[in-house]
């Protein structure tokens, strides 16, 4: 775990370098998902979902080249997974399905969105 110290004075936690494919292996596993949505003809899901893949690879080209921005592709692509996991609960029916909902936005969406965010903030930095 390495630390770094912001113009402020206060200790920052840096991310490790293996965290930058993070994007890149999100939006490959986000490729299956997209299939059986396609399949099951659910069009605006397919549509927000194809926006988080072109975000992430976006994210991972722009860390790539070490680009600032960065930090707005991954403020967007945050932006895009928080409002996925909003719309997921919102629309969930009753039952298991809410609790699958609360799940893929707890233990996924969320945490890649806090990800994507850090990623971005680190761009700048580097």
Same mark, same amino acid.
């Given at each position: ?6 113009? =402020? ?19 490959? @596993? ?43 592709? #991954? @403020?967007?692509? @945050?932006?895009?997974? =928080? #409002?996925?996991?909003? @719309?997921?609960?919102?629309?969930a029916g009753p039952g298991h399905a809410v609790l699958a909902a609360l799940v893929m936005a707890f233990c996924v969406e969320l945490p890649l969105a806090v990800m994507?965010?850090?990623? #971005? ?6």
């Amino acid at each position: 775990m390495s630390i770094a110290v912001l113009s =402020a004075g206060a200790p920052a936690y840096v991310l490790p370098e293996r965290f930058r494919r993070v994007p890149r292996m999100a939006a490959v @596993a986000l490729l299956p998902w997209l299939m059986i949505l396609a399949v099951n003809h659910e069009t605006s899901w397919v549509v927000l979902d194809l926006l988080e893949f072109a975000g992430l690879l976006s994210l991972d080209a722009l860390l790539l080249r070490r680009s600032a921005a960065a930090l707005w592709a #991954g @403020a967007a692509v @945050a932006l895009l997974l =928080a #409002g996925d996991a909003l @719309a997921d609960i919102a629309f969930a029916g009753p039952g298991h399905a809410v609790l699958a909902a609360l799940v893929m936005a707890f233990c996924v969406e969320l945490p890649l969105a806090v990800m994507c965010l850090l990623l #971005g903030r680190e761009a700048i930095r580097g």
